[in-house]
């Protein structure tokens, strides 16, 4: 993977978080040497086992790499024969402990794709209980470190006992008046007494030290010479037993060095893995399918480096119908922000970490992805911003094949508008030509025209309130944005008869093109307003519904449509321009595509495009009886509004629940089974709360947690 899209996607600011998350120094060393890999098995294994630690902190809590250090010094030192330091070899001993700590932490856990990293471990339990029965956690050696050094230690004691017996005689004896004071000091490892200056030729013995003043000498009485003669030999005896006790626990683990090296290289790996988790835990991140088609399909995809609190969750498809997807709408109103989304979750799923997306997202191992964004203005070169681009646009062009992802802000920019709209349609035609999965913001309406026209290319738009002049971030796919250059001039108060001047000025084409967009605009909001009010009349109507039960009144009869049970399994059935209805979800609509070799076409529903299942479409019989009563109404709408899943991330629990039973009412009266509970995985508190809730609740019959792929922890499976 090219260094310079890293930066330009932050991907080493997602590092250093997750170096925040690692416990050891060769841990940290490994995140930061994390890079994305460009084949797909490595990928798969790295999120299994990213995966897998997830699920160990679920099930057994988390677990600590503290102990595991950089040994490369002390292994080159030991393979030379060196004697290692006290300090050194307690190093070794705790890393050797962690070791035996990891191995019995990862026997409670089960068979996974880490098991082999834990049982790799040598704790080395015979050489590592030598070193602490001879070292003392402060360094020192122990007296049962062996028998030599114990009877020294002896002898020591005892001697020490006959010089301070000496000497307390001497400080208490007619020679106290000789001294400077009462006491007993060392000078060089020999005892002495503070003698006074006028009675040096007194007392009989070695001087040994001055002050500084003169006027007192430090002497050791001839009376202990012979005693502190004999420490002194005893003090190299043990000096020379306590380097012996080293250098032979140092040679023992000399025969070792190669389980201590796998020692740390395995112990690092775990630490990488569980610093994966600790950080898809924190984002709430799930593990992405990775797919061996070229294919992106991200859904409620976040930005890893934005607040996930108010964060614009977006879905993604690239690869699948369209290669190409242009995306239009007004400046700071979220395109930039989509790219590096898609760039950056790309990048850390290569690396073997999960992404801030709902479950089942989608994502292809790509060999290269690249990426135009940013200011890439170069005083030190005397180039441009639009020469910047250009430049590395024109490397992008030399090394990008079909198995790259390219991403491009602004393509055409900075130089003459037409020129610049002309040479940014050529260049992605050459990218849709060659079949390079490529996103591109514009505001160059000739690419949105581009965009509608050419198959294989599909626009889509970031969503702009014109009533605030504030973008909702909201990725809307299907249709081309506005620049809302106008509206924004207007509200920001340039004069009326200056923007008419203005809108004179476009050509015949353009105000065309914007007159449809902005219909198409308007069309979509006025869809959501209508869908707004059902929600609100739906609302009204469980109220409604608690107030009679209350009452004890009888719910009304209902007259249950049935509907065609002939489903469309032919391809020759699902004809353009065919009348059908998707199951369960009640969608109607009008076949736009024939089914692909996977049973996958298009319909239309008012001016949505839906992708459906072949085995999902029955045929929308024009003789349907109606529903009748109060009762059917609600149903039908619940069916036509409820989805299929509920996301309560975020939320406490109190809230959680409220939501979780009014939406359990709603699938209860849509007739809508299996649904998903997506509660994200966290620490697991809100997973509780939602499966005691679902325990309790007469309406659902069972549930299970999500299966690979589809949210695994994060969600729960709920059949009504």
Not at 94 to 114: K, P
Not at 204 to 224: K, L, N, R, Y
Not at 465 to 475: A, H, I
Not at 563 to 577: F, N, V
Request: proline share 4%; glycine share 6%; hydrophobic share 35%.
């Amino acid at each position: 993977m090219n260094s310079k899209v890293l930066k330009t996607l932050e991907y080493d600011k997602v590092i250093d978080r997750l170096c925040k998350h690692a416990d050891s120094d060769p841990g940290k060393a490994l995140c930061r040497e994390l890079l994305p890999m460009d084949e797909r098995l490595p990928v798969e294994r790295a999120q299994k086992e990213t995966a897998d630690a997830v699920n160990r902190i679920f099930n057994q809590g988390n677990v600590s790499f503290a102990g595991c250090v950089d040994l490369k010094e002390i292994t080159a030192r030991l393979r030379a024969e060196a004697s290692l330091s006290s300090a050194e070899l307690l190093t070794v001993s705790e890393m050797l402990e962690r070791a035996m700590t990891l191995r019995e932490w990862s026997r409670n856990a089960g068979e996974d794709s880490l098991t082999p990293y834990f049982e790799g471990l040598w704790p080395l339990k015979e050489i590592r209980l030598d070193i602490r029965r001879c070292i003392d956690p402060d360094g020192g050696i122990r007296d049962e470190a062996s028998d030599t050094l114990r009877s020294i230690r002896r002898e020591l004691k005892a001697a020490y006992e006959k010089v301070r017996n000496a000497l307390n005689r001497f400080i208490t004896g007619r020679e106290r008046e000789y001294l400077m004071e009462p006491v007993i000091t060392q000078r060089g490892m020999r005892y002495c007494v503070p003698v006074k200056s006028e009675y040096k030729s007194r007392v009989p013995g070695m001087v040994h030290d001055q002050s500084a003043s003169g006027s007192t000498f430090f002497i050791e009485p001839a009376s202990v010479v012979d005693i502190n003669n004999e420490i002194s030999v005893l003090k190299i005896k043990e000096q020379d037993e306590e380097e012996r006790i080293l250098m032979d626990l140092s040679y023992r683990l000399s025969d070792h060095t190669a389980e201590l090296a796998a020692d740390q290289e395995l112990m690092a790996k775990l630490d990488l893995s569980f610093a994966k988790a600790r950080l898809a835990l924190e984002e709430n991140a799930m593990r992405p399918v990775i797919t061996g088609e070229r294919v992106i399909r991200l859904k409620r995809a976040r930005h890893p480096l934005l607040d996930p609190q108010t964060a614009v969750p977006i879905d993604v498809t690239l690869g699948d119908e369209w290669d190409m997807l242009i995306i239009t709408g007004p400046n700071t109103g979220g395109k930039t922000v989509s790219l590096k989304t898609v760039g950056v979750l790309t990048l850390m799923a290569q690396a073997g970490m999960h992404i801030p997306a709902s479950g089942g997202s989608e994502l292809f191992v790509f060999k290269e992805v690249y990426a135009d964004i940013g200011d890439e203005q170069s005083i030190d070169q005397n180039l441009s911003t639009f020469s910047g681009h250009m430049r590395n646009i024109v490397e992008i062009l030399k090394t990008s094949d079909i198995d790259s992802l390219c991403l491009f802000d602004e393509p055409g920019a900075g130089t003459d508008p037409e020129e610049g709209a002309a040479l940014a349609m050529a260049l992605l035609d050459n990218f849709h030509l060659r079949r390079v999965r490529t996103m591109a913001t514009t505001h160059f309406s000739e690419l949105k025209l581009y965009a509608l026209k050419t198959k294989g290319i599909m626009n889509a738009s970031c969503e702009f309130d014109e009533t605030t002049l504030s973008p909702t971030y909201r990725l809307l796919t299907g249709v081309p944005g506005k620049s809302n250059a106008f509206a924004i001039s207007g509200r920001l108060g340039l004069p009326d008869y200056i923007l008419r001047e203005a809108v004179k000025k476009m050509d015949d084409d353009e105000k065309s093109f914007e007159t449809v967009v902005s219909e198409l605009e308007s069309v979509r909001k006025e869809l959501e307003k209508e869908r707004e009010e059902i929600a609100r009349e739906r609302a009204e109507l469980e109220k409604e519904k608690g107030e009679k039960k209350k009452r004890g009144k009888a719910e009304e009869k209902e007259t249950v449509i049935k509907e065609p049970s002939h489903k469309l399994m032919k391809p020759e059935e699902a004809i353009p321009g065919t009348q059908v209805k998707a199951v369960p979800s009640n969608m109607r609509g009008v076949v736009v595509t024939s089914p692909d070799k996977r049973g996958r076409l298009t319909i239309r529903c008012g001016l949505i495009d839906v992708e459906v299942e072949l085995k999902d479409l029955v045929p929308d019989r024009p003789d349907r009886k109606q529903k009748r009563g109060r009762v059917s109404s609600i149903r039908r709408d619940k069916a036509l509004n409820t989805s299929s899943e509920i996301n309560l991330t975020g939320m406490n629990s109190d809230d959680a629940i409220a939501a979780l039973s009014k939406y359990i009412d709603d699938c209860v009266l849509a007739n809508m089974s299996p649904v998903r509970v997506i509660h994200g995985k966290g620490n697991g508190i809100l997973r509780k709360a939602v499966r005691e809730h679902l325990k309790k609740n007469k309406s659902v019959k069972s549930f299970s947690e999500a299966g690979y792929g589809e949210g695994d922890a994060g969600v729960t499976v709920v059949r009504i």
